[in-house]
Nanobody
Framework: QVQLVESGGGFVQPGGSLRLSCGASGFTFRDAHMSWYRQAPGKERELVARIFSSGTTNYTDSVKGRFTISRVNAKNTVYLQMNSLKPEDTAVYYC????????????WGQGTQVTVSS
C-alpha cells in the first residue's frame, strides 16, 4: 500500500524558515515524480513545487527564489525548504506522488499545517 507521511509544519514568524519532509513507501520512489501542493481556507489547492525523477524542478512563481524542493532517493524522502516565509504562505501543505506505472494512480499525504504570522 502506498503511504505518504508529511512532517515539519508549524508556526513561524514572517521571514522565518521551515523544512517539510515527506516519507514515501509502497512504490518505486526513484522513478516517481514528487510534488508539494498547498491549500489555504477558501482557496483552490495549488501546485507549489515539483521534482521529476530526473531531478529537474519546477516552482510556482510566488515561491521562486524562496523555496527549494529536493529528494533523497536512498531515503524515499522528498523535502521542501521554505525560506523568507510570508503570511501568504499560510496553508496546509500536501505531498503528492506520481508513480508513473500502469495501474497506479497519484497519491496524497495527509497534509501538514504551515502558519506564518507575527
Amino acid at each position: 500500500q502506498v503511504q505518504l507521511v508529511e512532517s515539519g509544519g508549524g508556526f513561524v514568524q514572517p521571514g522565518g524558515s521551515l523544512r517539510l519532509s515527506c516519507g514515501a513507501s509502497g512504490f518505486t520512489f526513484r522513478d516517481a515524480h514528487m510534488s508539494w501542493y498547498r491549500q489555504a481556507p477558501g482557496k483552490e489547492r495549488e501546485l507549489v513545487a515539483r521534482i521529476f525523477s530526473s531531478g529537474t524542478t519546477n516552482y510556482t512563481d510566488s515561491v521562486k527564489g524562496r523555496f527549494t524542493i529536493s529528494r533523497v532517493n536512498a531515503k524515499n524522502t522528498v523535502y521542501l525548504q521554505m525560506n523568507s516565509l510570508k503570511p501568504e504562505d499560510t496553508a496546509v501543505y500536501y505531498c503528492n506522488a506520481q508513480p508513473r506505472r500502469f495501474g497506479m494512480s497519484d497519491y496524497w499525504g495527509q497534509g501538514t499545517q504551515v502558519t506564518v504570522s507575527s
